[in-house]
């Protein structure tokens, strides 16, 4: 019989990709989330039945030991960049991770995946990276042997980075930006899932891997790049972080008085904190090197979507094609 996975959070961007790797690789897949109707999109990654989107909420402890029984490894991908509701940084990044760590050691299952971020810290002033920072170590601590990949700002078709500039940029002349110099080092979604597969079927070394592309750029030349494109010409202005601090609580606070009926998914002040702080790997721990993985450049995957945010679309190069003939 073919071995099982429990992804937590497996229908989002990374972890519909590790589902799907997995599968392809022949195992079952167990998919954890909280609306397994809105996770169908799963299914077809493997043969009739061997993917399947299952009712978890890693809030609950009874809740993550049921969806893990049987397993032979699992994967928590979950995370979120701002709270709402419920959801806590605390109580999914850090009380999450240790339940799920906590619960697979219990239960005997061999092999645990967590999926972090650069700039991880128990100690750092951003709640984000501290929750993920704490949530790592509540990790080794129940799990010594699990695999920890801290990826920099993952890119991919479904990413909500360059999706979300190339699509704020078909609007206006100006675009605004947080920590015009900040760096970061970008990293294909599926050489992360690569990694974490790697972690599932135990030929990664235990410990914590940071993952960055063969790009490192500022927030500025990563804004460039996109709008060379998308073919589009704005002006990039860099909001100051004392301002950006001020948008970012007005924001929160709008949220806040509303009772989450707004909800900010523009900027928060922990955004902010984050943003003033580079996003590439650092050298103290294990790469992409160490898994024999070599990374793929931004320039071979970006052209592949963000076409759609041209003026003219998928038809852009039909018509450069057509001018070019025509000049000939």
């Known amino acids: 019989m073919s ?22 690789q022949g195992w079952r897949v167990r998919v954890a989330v909280r609306r397994p109707n809105e ?44 709270e709402t509701g419920k959801n806590k940084f605390g109580l999914v990044q850090h009380y999450g991770a240790e339940r799920v760590a906590r619960i697979a050691a219990d239960l005997g299952v061999a092999r645990m995946v967590q999926i972090s971020a650069i700039g991880a810290d128990a100690g750092a002033k951003s709640i984000y ?117 001020i948008m970012g609580g007005a924001l929160d606070f709008a949220q806040a008085l509303t009772l989450g009926v707004f909800r900010n998914t523009l900027l928060t002040r922990d955004q902010v904190q984050n943003l003033k702080h580079d996003n590439v790997v650092s050298g103290a721990t294990m790469r992409f090197e160490d898994l024999g993985i070599t990374p793929t450049p931004m320039g071979a995957v970006l052209p592949t979507y963000l076409y759609a945010y041209r003026p003219g679309g998928q038809y852009d190069a039909i018509r450069e094609s057509a001018q070019s003939f025509r000049k000939g």
């Not at 497996?10 to 599968?23: C, D, E, H, K, P």
């Not at 999109?41 to 993550?64: M, T």
């Open 3 to 24: 071995k099982l996975v429990t992804i937590y959070g497996g229908s989002g961007f990374v972890g519909r990709y590790i589902a799907q790797q997995l599968a392809q």
């Open 129 to 245: 990276a501290e929750t993920k920072g704490k949530g790592e170590a509540a990790v080794l601590a129940q799990f010594p042997d699990a695999v920890i990949l801290r990826p920099s700002i993952i890119f991919g078709p479904e990413d909500g980075f360059f999706n979300r500039f190339a699509g704020m940029a078909r609007f206006g002349p100006v675009l605004p930006m947080v920590g015009a110099g900040t760096r970061f080092q970008p990293v294909f979604v599926e050489d992360v899932a690569r990694a974490a597969v790697m972690g599932v079927e135990g030929t990664a070394k235990p410990g914590i891997y940071e993952l960055g592309g063969p790009d490192v750029k500022t927030f500025r030349e990563l804004m460039q790049i996109m709008l060379a494109e998308i073919r589009r010409k704005r002006i990039l202005l860099n909001v100051p972080f004392f301002a950006a601090t």
């Open 39 to 82: 996770a169908i999109h799963v299914k077809p990654y493997g043969v009739v039945g061997q993917v399947e989107p299952v009712l978890c909420n890693i809030r609950d402890d009874d809740s993550v030991r049921a969806v893990m029984q049987g397993a032979d490894a699992v994967v928590n991908c979950v995370g979120i960049l701002a």
